[in-house]
């Protein structure tokens, strides 16, 4: 079984920082792509900011110059650092790995459970 716990959520003003990470668990054999969505209340689950084992970045429009994605392949783990914060980046953020596994021998899409980030004076 494959695992992504995420933290680093919470409540923070306008303008302030947070870093989100993600570590990933289990009978895994290889990652590929990782990154980040989140999912505003009554809007549809978006995506934020990804990374290719090489280092290859794509960011959506809404945080570009403002979060910074990062891996350490070593330890299975992806960061988000936020900057910059804006009350529209409210969101439950939730951390997706392309992993591929050892048992059973396959390659799949992970979630983890999603960390509340809320910004707001």
């Known amino acids: 079984q494959v695992q992504l716990v995420e933290s680093g959520g919470g409540l923070v003003q306008p303008g302030r920082s947070l870093r989100l990470s993600c570590a990933a668990s289990g009978s895994i054999s290889s990652i590929n792509a990782m990154g980040w969505y989140r999912q505003a209340p009554g809007k549809q689950r978006e995506a934020v900011a990804s990374m290719t084992t090489n280092g290859v970045t794509n960011y959506a429009d809404s945080v570009k110059g403002r979060f910074t994605i990062s891996r350490n392949n070593a330890k299975d783990t992806v960061y988000l650092q936020m900057n910059s914060l804006k009350p529209e980046d409210t969101a439950v953020y939730y951390c997706?790995?392309?992993?591929?596994?050892?048992?059973?021998?396959?390659?799949?899409?992970?979630w983890g459970q999603g960390t509340q980030v809320t910004v707001s004076s």
């Open positions: 997706n790995a392309k992993i591929i596994t050892i048992v059973p021998l396959s390659s799949n899409d992970y």
